[in-house]
């Protein structure tokens, strides 16, 4: 059975740090490209950032670029996405997903069902 269950989102202040995981099963993870969307509300989810296999050619929205990070541990089949210097703009709904090809809206083949990410003072 194919999940990818994030976790780490809460309420933090703007400023502040939180670290989200992602952990894969089901799927042979090394093989796809896995990435974070995001979407706020009234919004639409968009491309957050996304890296391959091997884990390099990572890749980030020009609005989070300087401050998120993401990382693959494969031997742990987790995707990570380390949140610096939050501003109230990245509060929304974060979600995980996988492709084989490429990473879309049109070709994920996978989605995790989401954390919620609030910033707030």
């Known amino acids: 059975q194919v999940q990818l269950v994030e976790s780490g989102g809460g309420l933090v202040q703007p400023g502040g740090s939180l670290r989200l995981s992602c952990a894969a099963s089901g799927f042979p993870f090394d093989y796809y490209f896995i990435g974070w969307f995001r979407q706020a509300p009234g919004k639409e989810r968009e491309v957050v950032s996304s890296i391959r296999g091997s884990g390099g050619s990572a890749l980030y929205a020009d609005s989070v670029k300087g401050r998120f990070t993401i990382s693959r541990d494969n031997a742990k089949k987790t995707v990570f996405l380390q949140m610096n210097s939050l501003t109230t703009e990245d509060t929304a709904d974060y979600y995980c997903?996988?492709?084989?090809?490429?990473?879309?809206?049109?070709?994920?083949?996978?989605w995790g069902q989401g954390t919620q990410v609030t910033v707030s003072s």
């Open positions: 997903a996988a492709g084989y090809y490429e990473l879309s809206e049109a070709t994920n083949e996978y």
